[in-house]
């Protein structure tokens, strides 16, 4: 079946440093993969998005690339700022005959201390 | 455009009442969907909907969950007999076709005492 694994937080950055949280997948097929963002009290919502293999998602400084050989889309940042405090969920969609949901990964959740 | 609408956004009610979650996706949307996020089991998708249709409830806990969706721009959640084990937060999205960015709402908080 189609899982996602993505590391166990929480983590904790000072301002500006270098941020990477993991993230593997389980999937038959080839699914799009996906960061969505989730701030305290919010709903979440889509931080970057890759559709096929060695795509690079972008936003807000963010980036992931989808590694088919790895099986992986881990979440990148080089310098974290305090608004960036939040949970990050790693997700996939294998869309396909009468699929058509999200599988999400538990949430990694980011402290950026001043 | 106002994004996905959930009312209320907070619950409290007491165990064996009757819960109803509502949900207006976003003009325009052809899916919908109901997820449910605890600290334990994370999100979990309930079920969902493609043109007011639902497609797959394996999600759905048990008996007690029920969802309908009467029109294009709104769905109900209900749970009868609610029970501690249910509170959560629950979420709605919506999207335009399968693939594409799902657009979640802010979530409405059950506490089941």
């Known amino acids: 079946g189609n899982s996602v694994t993505q590391m166990e937080g929480p983590v904790t950055l000072s301002e500006e440093a270098f941020l990477t949280i993991n993230c593997t997948y389980t999937?038959?097929?080839?699914?799009?993969l996906f960061w969505y963002v989730q701030y305290p009290g919010e709903g979440l919502q889509l931080l970057l998005k890759?559709?096929?293999?060695?795509d690079k998602g972008s936003n807000k400084g963010f980036e992931a690339t989808y590694r088919k050989e790895t099986t992986s889309f881990h979440l990148e940042k080089g310098s974290v700022q305090v608004s960036d405090s939040a949970v990050y969920f790693c997700?996939?969609?294998?869309?396909?005959?009468?699929?058509?949901?999200?599988?999400f990964g538990k949430g990694t959740k980011l402290s950026v201390k001043p | 455009d106002a994004g996905v609408i959930q009312s209320p956004r907070h619950e409290v009610t007491e165990m064996g009442q009757e819960v109803t979650l509502r949900c207006k996706p976003i003009?325009?949307?052809?899916?919908l969907f109901w997820y449910r996020q605890t600290m334990m089991r994370g999100l979990e998708l309930l079920i969902y909907?493609?043109?007011?249709?639902?497609?797959?409830d394996s999600g759905m806990p048990e008996d007690r969950f029920s969802a309908k969706m009467p029109n294009a721009s709104f769905s109900t959640l209900k749970i009868q007999p609610s029970e501690p084990r249910d509170s959560a937060v629950y979420f709605c999205?919506?999207?335009?076709?399968?693939?594409?960015?799902?657009?979640f709402g802010p979530g409405t908080r059950l506490t089941v005492l």
């Open positions: 999937a038959t097929g080839y699914p799009s």
């Open positions: 997700a996939l969609l294998n869309y396909g005959g009468s699929q058509g949901n999200l599988i």
């Open positions: 890759a559709t096929k293999a060695d």
């Open positions: 999205a919506s999207s335009y076709q399968v693939r594409n960015e799902q657009f």
């Open positions: 003009s325009g949307h052809d899916y």
């Open positions: 909907f493609n043109n007011n249709v639902p497609i797959d």
